[in-house]
């Protein structure tokens, strides 16, 4: 999702690296329960390396986290980097050499620069789940790329042809041949955004009638969503469907007043879900993602207490069925966060 974001744009600086390896651990399915985790080694400490505090879906994530390590014996942490890939990397460093938590859950920034600190801290028996967007080179998988992680993923690729779906099915709708798509991209700084860019774009080039009009940066924030929409409306009129984080797709929203836009969100906060429940949207890719930041927690926790816990999981088996988020879809669903 990124799902999601109001950040500050973001200079991801990828280090050079080798490829890291894979574990073909048997994918599991993501959970969550209540049940409490043993209480048989004390107090542990959760490191949340989030995107960033001014963040709504990370501050969400980091909610139901620091529930969950309450609930259990547990304490949690968030370390701020800001959307800086670099200061997220020293904050991961820092906290190894400092033996500070037993648990990091990571949000990385950049996939392929946190890999060295990612190996330091499972070499240092730190319990590391990877949170929301892949570590590694890859984009396209939910596997560990880092031996002795475990995933909480949404793969970006998957969530770019989801999102391609969904425009394709609201184009049908209305049956409208040809029908003007707009794409707004997240941050092209960041490679998750062009793998899920890519993948969106190949299913609607794919799809009969779909014409892909504009294809620009829309960024996580209203106000860039606002500029994204100024310019396209300049270019093409007679626009049809706009995708883009849902930040951006408020900001759009309120640029094409009387405009009859078919938009699609990705996102899953209440005034997102609310959108569509209503008609405005017509549909949002959705995640639970308070749910997603307590299951992190419980994956990291009961790895730590020696339990076996499924090395890969995906987000969207937290609650299955609900992710390509038409109306009827999202009939019985609030959302777990607010923009």
Not at 106 to 129: E, K
Not at 227 to 237: C, T
Not at 243 to 267: C, F, H, P, R, T
Not at 302 to 315: E, F, H, I, S, W
Request: glycine residues 10%; aromatic residues 6%; hydrophobic residues 40%.
């Amino acid at each position: 999702m990124v799902a999601r974001w109001t950040a500050l744009p973001v200079l991801a600086a990828v280090a050079l690296l080798t490829t890291a390896c894979v574990n073909p651990a048997d994918r599991g399915t993501a959970t969550y329960s209540s049940t409490p985790a043993p209480d048989t080694a004390g107090p542990k400490r959760i490191g949340f390396f989030g995107f960033a505090k001014a963040n709504s879906f990370s501050t969400a994530t980091f909610a139901g986290i620091e529930e969950y390590a309450k609930a259990n014996n547990a304490t949690a942490e968030f370390l701020d980097s800001n959307f800086d890939a670099q200061a997220q990397v020293q904050q991961l460093q820092d906290a190894v050499t400092a033996k500070r938590f037993e648990v990091f859950v990571v949000q990385a920034n950049d996939g392929a620069s946190v890999v060295p600190a990612i190996r330091s801290a499972v070499q240092a028996g730190i319990s590391v789940v990877v949170h929301f967007t892949p570590v590694g080179n890859r984009y396209d998988t939910a596997e560990p790329q880092v031996n002795g992680t475990i995933t909480l993923v949404d793969v970006p690729t998957v969530n770019g042809e989801g999102l391609g779906k969904l425009a394709v099915q609201a184009c049908q709708s209305r049956k409208l041949d040809p029908c003007e798509v707009g794409y707004f991209e997240g941050l092209k700084a960041l490679p998750l955004d062009n793998a899920r860019t890519q993948a969106a774009i190949g299913v609607l080039e794919g799809a009969p009638g779909v014409e892909v009009k504009a294809r620009l940066e829309g960024g996580y924030t209203q106000e860039s969503g606002r500029k994204a929409m100024q310019d396209v409306l300049q270019k093409d009129p007679g626009i049809d469907v706009i995708i883009g984080a849902s930040q951006a797709i408020l900001g759009a929203e309120a640029v094409a007043k009387d405009k009859n836009i078919l938009y699609i969100a990705n996102g899953a906060s209440r005034q997102t879900v609310t959108a569509v429940r209503e008609g405005r949207w017509y549909a949002a890719y959705y995640l639970p993602v308070k749910t997603l930041g307590a299951k992190a927690a419980e994956l990291g926790l009961n790895k730590a207490l020696g339990k076996q816990v499924p090395t890969t999981n995906l987000a969207t088996d937290l609650d299955p069925g609900k992710a390509m988020g038409t109306k009827e879809a999202l009939a019985q669903v609030t959302g777990e966060y607010d923009e």
